[in-house]
């Protein structure tokens, strides 16, 4: 899959890594989304990722401590929604993306789904760390 751009002329969100936070957060972007014209399945995509990630990074990168996270937000011309997060948690276990494989739920019963979820319901993921921010690229699909 390949990394997503960074975002231009992108509208810019700041986040706590908190439940709270992330709902607050997933209600404005979820209106910007419609208002930029992200069909309505697109949009339910992208709210199912953009949870996700926001969740990821509360429970594993502050590990439930709360933290800041800055979301940039933003079009391609091809209508696509190119999004950058970064946060200043835990690096990624061995420096990479987790697997897209979904977990045998017989075996797993809670758990582990969230990945798998993020690049199936994305055009794009890319992972990297920058000195001691974590930045995530995300391509939405559009339809």
Do not use: Q
Request: glycine share 16%; net charge positive.
């Amino acid at each position: 899959m390949p990394k997503p751009p960074e975002p231009r002329g992108a509208t810019r969100h700041r986040i706590e890594a908190c439940p709270e936070g992330v709902r607050a957060a997933l209600g404005a972007i979820m209106a910007e989304l419609a208002a930029g014209g992200l069909a309505e399945g697109a949009r339910r995509d992208a709210e199912i990722v953009l949870a996700e990630v926001l969740t990821n990074i509360a429970r594993h990168a502050y590990g439930g401590a709360g933290g800041p996270v800055r979301l940039a937000l933003g079009f391609g011309r091809d209508g696509a929604a190119v999004c950058s997060v970064i946060d200043w948690g835990r690096p990624m276990p061995g420096g990479a993306l987790p697997s897209a494989l979904m977990p045998d739920p017989h075996h797993r019963p809670e758990g582990g789904f969230g990945w798998p979820l993020i690049r199936l319901l994305s055009a794009g993921v890319g992972y990297d760390r920058l000195g001691r921010r974590n930045r995530l690229r995300l391509r939405l699909r559009t339809a």
